[in-house]
């Protein structure tokens, strides 16, 4: 079984320019997680999906962090402008249902570096 | 507010000793807690969960307890081995229509075992 696929990996820019991330889940796995991991911290939920349906996006910055996943299968998370603060791993997990009792999957993660 | 607690400091433990990592917790009632290892450069990977009625749960040479009147999980690790050595991190769950699905993690407690 595939795992939990994220591109690109590593990604330098500069403050106040754009970045995107992409996630492809576990196929079959209805419910899709952003996470935030600052170095030395656990990771924080950024938004969750249900399908194509967003569950929870409380602690999503909106007013620079925007998520999609269009077709309830892969996602992409976008961040503009970026803010120094926003260097981070950013991780994508899956998981079947959404059930609390279920396992989250993750992805290797996407390392960014705001300059 | 909801605060999860793990050592801050890097467990430093000999070959063949048994770890032993605390995750306290206040201001929550979790349904659900997990166990993820999570090595450098990559995403976490789930250990174990235990429900708030079990009081133990084991898998191999790994062993979990949940005190919900402590409001505490201990994760062993017995007869360590280098292979070990990771960070290990805690993640709570709730089973109200709020928190369905969403785990809070831990910053984690890193183990280093020695030869």
């Known amino acids: 079984e595939a795992g939990v696929a994220q591109s690109p990996r590593y990604k330098i820019i500069e403050k106040r320019q754009s970045v995107a991330f992409w996630c492809n889940p576990i196929?079959?796995?209805?419910?899709l997680y952003w996470y935030q991991q600052i170095l030395g911290q656990g990771p924080k939920l950024l938004i969750q999906?249900?399908?194509?349906?967003?569950?929870?996006d409380s602690q999503l910055p909106k007013d620079r962090f925007s998520a999609e996943r269009l077709k309830g299968v892969d996602s992409t998370l976008k961040i503009q402008p970026a803010k120094l603060e926003d260097s981070a791993v950013y991780l994508c997990?899956?998981?079947?249902?959404?059930?609390?009792?279920?396992?989250?999957?993750f992805g290797p993660g996407t390392r960014l570096l705001v300059l | 507010s909801q605060k999860i607690e793990q050592n801050s400091e890097a467990l430093n433990i000999q070959e063949g000793k048994t770890a032993t990592l605390t995750c306290n917790y206040t201001?929550?009632?979790?349904?659900?807690l997990q166990w993820y290892r999570q090595d450098p450069g990559r995403g976490p990977v789930f250990l174990l969960l235990?429900?708030?009625?079990?009081k133990e749960k084991r898998k191999e040479r790994l062993k979990v307890t949940f005190d919900t009147t402590l409001k505490q999980s201990l994760f062993h690790i017995t007869a360590s081995q280098p292979a070990d050595s990771a960070t290990y991190l805690c993640?709570?769950?709730?089973?109200?229509?709020?928190?369905?699905?969403?785990?809070?993690f831990g910053a984690g407690t890193q183990v280093v075992v020695t030869p």
């Open positions: 235990i429900r708030e009625n079990e």
């Open positions: 997990a899956s998981s079947f249902w959404g059930n609390p009792q279920e396992t989250q999957y």
């Open positions: 201001n929550y009632s979790p349904a659900y």
């Open positions: 196929s079959g796995h209805a419910t």
């Open positions: 993640a709570l769950g709730g089973m109200t229509t709020d928190s369905w699905g969403k785990f809070q």
């Open positions: 999906f249900q399908n194509n349906g967003v569950v929870d």
